[in-house]
């Protein structure tokens, strides 16, 4: 069934001869984008085929959604100029955008828990006869384009009661809803599973051979090389090129977005660990629906060694990290840090006893997003000197101190006294991680502290990783990346269903055994453990 948008705007081959037709349907020519005197983009040109998968590369902050949200028009351009399918367009809002066909499917999800699937997508775009909601109609509507696209999506069902990666095609299905033929994709595998990617890929791949086009924000050089045609890389703001995948590689494209030589294999020397800084035994932690997730599990991480969690998500290990820092209540078993029993202890009290906490949601526990990337990273310390002194906040001490650590960490940002709401992803990232390692915690959780990162700044967290180890420390990483896993820990516990059904040696097992481990192959159910 033809969208409105098709039916207006039919698809071009960009190797059609005569008529007007052009070789791009995309055009961002010289785009230039300031705020407050911060070039974000200056002078870049990305050019779309008609059917391809373009990717738009660079680091976090580089300028990536600036760009595509100038395309999409949320923002304007302060030069240059865009076309669309040869004509040139002034995008003043999101509405021009869906008219010209242009649709973006963003990083954070825009969707009302509470309504239905249906709901969220016909909002805003409500089909209706003498001023009454066609909703059946929409409905199969919905269903035709999901059906149509492999989205596999229940129109009926509420938002909060499915999946990320089910939220996520929901928004795919506004876009083609709203007749788009052309997609922005803003760092849509950042939040998924392993399997969730896969899916993507598929839809993605589905929506190419009915005739879209897409343009697709991320830094992830596998994605890029399994499924991306044209790659356009910008670093710092500034447009580096414009290669073709199949005449490139990951190490390539990893240099042109860094500006330098990037090592993927993160150099360690072996661990020597010591006394046992973290014992957890015979914990039982309940989820929201008062489910046991975590049930009877027991592990140590000991001093100078970096303990992996590896597991297939929903098995047990948010919530055990949210046990240990305090965010959750403990039904039973104990967890002793330093010597000390901390279950059920508030997360300041936790915190004092040596712990550092990177969340696996930095967004819900890392930050307040309208403060200042200043007061967030003094959120630990506020009450201390020299930060605090009689109850009274020295903002002096207080941003420089912030300053100090945005440069030690390199925190991509105009100033400490932005909010962090304005930082990138990777760069909100990177100050939760300079103010946890400041504190200079015995115990460090690191849930997930690569999500979302370029690989120059996933060779720095990893680098810092080592160096808590290196120092003595105790570090815990929790990760559904198998490669991270396999790449930084000392020793790698498996949890399913809630235990630790194996514990072994990255250099003694490979991604084949820890995938059968994480599915609960008979080895973790019979309980044998390969101890290290």
Same mark, same amino acid.
């Given at each position: !069934?033809?969208?409105? +948008?098709e039916a207006v705007f039919p698809v071009l081959s960009f190797n059609d001869k005569g008529s007007e037709n052009v070789d791009y349907v995309i055009e961002m020519l010289g785009i230039r984008k300031e705020f407050s005197g911060f070039v974000a983009n200056d002078n870049i040109t990305l050019q779309l085929k008609q059917g391809e998968i373009h990717a738009l590369l660079g680091e976090n902050g580089a300028g990536k959604s600036t760009l595509m949200n100038v395309l999409f028009?949320?923002?304007?351009?302060?030069?240059?100029?865009?076309?669309?399918?040869?004509?040139?367009?002034?995008?003043?809002?999101?509405?021009?955008?869906?008219?010209?066909?242009?649709?973006? *499917? &963003?990083?954070?999800?825009?969707?009302?828990?509470?309504? %239905?699937?249906?709901?969220?997508?016909?909002l805003g775009k409500e089909p209706s006869k003498f001023g009454v909601i066609e909703k059946k109609k929409a409905i199969q509507e919905i269903q035709e384009i999901s059906d149509r696209y492999g989205l596999r999506v229940d129109p009926n069902a509420l938002i909060r009661d499915i999946s990320i990666g089910m939220q996520q095609r929901v928004e795919i299905l506004k876009t083609l809803y709203r007749g788009a033929d052309i997609l922005i994709f803003d760092e849509p595998t950042? #939040?998924?599973?392993?399997?969730?990617?896969?899916?993507?890929?598929?839809?993605? /791949?589905?929506?190419?051979?009915?005739?879209?086009? @897409?343009?697709?924000?991320?830094?992830?050089?596998?994605? @890029? !090389?399994?499924?991306?045609?044209?790659?356009?890389?910008?670093? +710092?703001?500034?447009?580096?090129?414009?290669?073709?995948?199949?005449?490139?590689?990951?190490?390539? $494209?990893?240099?042109?977005?860094?500006? +330098?030589?990037?090592?993927?294999?993160?150099?360690?020397? =072996?661990?020597?660990?010591?006394?046992?800084?973290? *014992?957890?035994?015979?914990?039982?932690?309940?989820?929201?629906?008062?489910?046991?997730?975590?049930?009877?599990?027991?592990?140590?991480?000991?001093?100078?060694?970096?303990?992996?969690?590896?597991?297939?998500?929903?098995?047990?290990?948010?919530?055990?990290?949210?046990?240990?820092?305090?965010?959750?209540?403990?039904?039973?078993?104990?967890?002793?840090?330093?010597?000390? +029993?901390?279950?059920?202890?508030?997360?300041?009290?936790?915190?004092?006893?040596?712990?550092?906490?990177?969340?696996?949601?930095? &967004?819900? &526990?890392?930050? #307040?997003?309208?403060? %200042?990337?200043?007061?967030?990273?003094?959120?630990?310390?506020?009450?201390?000197?020299?930060?605090?002194?009689?109850?009274?906040?020295?903002?002096?001490?207080?941003?420089?101190?912030?300053?100090? $650590?945005?440069?030690?960490?390199?925190?991509?940002?105009?100033?400490?006294?932005?909010?962090?709401?304005?930082?990138?992803?990777?760069?909100?990232?990177?100050?939760?991680?300079? /103010?946890?390692?400041?504190?200079?915690?015995?115990?460090?959780?690191?849930?997930? =502290?690569?999500?979302?990162?370029?690989?120059?700044?996933?060779?720095?967290?990893? /680098? /810092?990783?080592?160096?808590?180890?290196?120092?003595?420390?105790?570090?815990?990483? !929790?990760?559904?990346?198998?490669?991270?896993?396999?790449?930084?820990?000392?020793?790698?516990?498996?949890?399913?269903?809630?235990?630790?059904?194996?514990?072994?040696?990255?250099?003694?097992?490979?991604?084949?055994?820890?995938? $059968?481990?994480?599915?609960?192959?008979?080895?973790?159910?019979?309980?044998?453990?390969? &101890?290290?």
């Open positions: !069934m033809k969208t409105v +948008r028009g949320l923002y304007e351009p302060d030069g240059g100029e865009i076309r669309v399918r040869g004509q040139k367009e002034d995008i003043h809002s999101p509405n021009k955008a869906n008219d010209l066909g242009i649709g973006m *499917v &963003h990083q954070h999800f825009m969707l009302v828990d509470k309504f %239905t699937v249906a709901e969220n997508i016909i950042a #939040v998924l599973t392993p399997q969730e990617i896969k899916e993507l890929i598929q839809i993605m /791949r589905s929506l190419i051979k009915e005739g879209k086009s @897409i343009i697709l924000i991320t830094h992830k050089l596998k994605e @890029i !090389m399994d499924v991306c045609d044209r790659v356009t890389v910008i670093r +710092r703001g500034k447009g580096i090129g414009t290669v073709d995948v199949s005449e490139t590689n990951p190490q390539e $494209l990893a240099n042109m977005m860094v500006g +330098r030589e990037v090592v993927f294999k993160t150099e360690k020397t =072996p661990a020597h660990p010591g006394e046992d800084v973290l *014992v957890i035994k015979d914990l039982i932690v309940k989820e929201s629906r008062g489910v046991e997730s975590v049930r009877g599990l027991n592990l140590s991480v000991r001093a100078g060694e970096i303990v992996g969690i590896a597991g297939v998500d929903g098995n047990g290990q948010s919530e055990l990290i949210q046990a240990i820092s305090g965010l959750t209540k403990v039904t039973n078993g104990t967890i002793t840090l330093n010597g000390q +029993r901390i279950e059920n202890k508030k997360p300041r009290k936790i915190t004092e006893s040596g712990l550092g906490h990177i969340p696996e949601d930095r &967004h819900k &526990h890392g930050l #307040v997003l309208e403060m %200042t990337i200043g007061e967030n990273i003094a959120l630990q310390t506020y009450y201390k000197k020299p930060i605090s002194n009689k109850g009274f906040l020295n903002h002096k001490e207080m941003y420089q101190f912030a300053r100090n $650590l945005i440069e030690e960490f390199d925190v991509r940002t105009s100033s400490e006294y932005v909010s962090a709401k304005s930082l990138s992803g990777g760069n909100q990232q990177k100050a939760i991680i300079a /103010r946890e390692l400041s504190r200079d915690p015995d115990f460090l959780i690191a849930a997930q =502290p690569t999500r979302g990162l370029d690989v120059g700044a996933i060779e720095f967290i990893h /680098r /810092r990783l080592i160096e808590q180890r290196d120092k003595g420390k105790a570090v815990l990483l !929790m990760s559904f990346e198998l490669d991270e896993i396999m790449n930084v820990s000392d020793r790698i516990a498996v949890i399913y269903e809630g235990k630790i059904v194996a514990i072994v040696k990255p250099e003694e097992t490979t991604e084949q055994e820890l995938g $059968l481990l994480m599915a609960g192959s008979k080895k973790a159910e019979t309980g044998e453990a390969i &101890h290290g």
